[in-house]
């Protein structure tokens, strides 16, 4: 199975093979053949053990934390860094210091991210490989600015540093006026 990167390498060399080496095409190719390659899988990199889910979602524990267990439902606070593959930082929490926090099950966050958060415990810190099929949304993003480009594209496979700092029941949900 070929990497991402080689992937590119490949379509930019067919790029190069139909442009006949037009200075467009080997400028592709060159941009191509100079990224950071990732590793094949997670485990061909030395650090931790990694380990698959039934959905694809690779992860590797850090830390597991000492803290009580992320369940569905809950608002949870975590740390994150999210990267493409390649390395480009997406989106990094830890950096500007501000967590995000969101409704584990609710369509909230990507699916990986979803599926990774609800089986931690506080305390606890995994390195995340969130593929395609896990980094889209299932439901649009309500405070989400559509003019803006977006920072990846449901078909990136995506890198994430997340550490579980926070989980809380939710408050309880006034009364509506047509319950009473």
């Not at 060399?13 to 899988?41: D, H, N, Q, Y």
Request: hydrophobic share 40%; charged share 20%.
């Amino acid at each position: 199975m070929q990497r991402p990167v080689d992937q590119m390498v490949s379509l930019g060399m067919i790029w190069v093979r139909f442009a006949k080496r037009a200075t467009i095409g080997v400028g592709l190719l060159a941009a191509f053949s100079c990224t950071e390659r990732a590793p094949e899988t997670p485990a061909a990199a030395a650090g931790p053990a990694w380990q698959t889910t039934s959905t694809g979602l690779q992860y590797a524990v850090l830390d597991s934390g000492t803290g009580p267990h992320s369940r569905v439902g809950q608002d949870v606070m975590i740390h994150e860094t999210m990267r493409h593959m390649i390395g480009t930082i997406i989106f990094d929490s830890y950096a500007s210091n501000s967590p995000i926090t969101f409704r584990l099950g609710a369509h909230q966050v990507i699916d990986g991210l979803d599926q990774a958060v609800s089986s931690m415990r506080v305390g606890a810190r995994w390195l995340l490989i969130v593929p395609p099929s896990l980094s889209r949304r299932d439901v649009p993003c309500p405070t989400c600015d559509t003019t803006v480009k977006p920072m990846y594209v449901p078909s990136d496979t995506l890198r994430y540093d997340v550490m579980l700092l926070r989980v809380r029941d939710p408050a309880p949900r006034a009364p509506d006026a047509r319950e009473r």
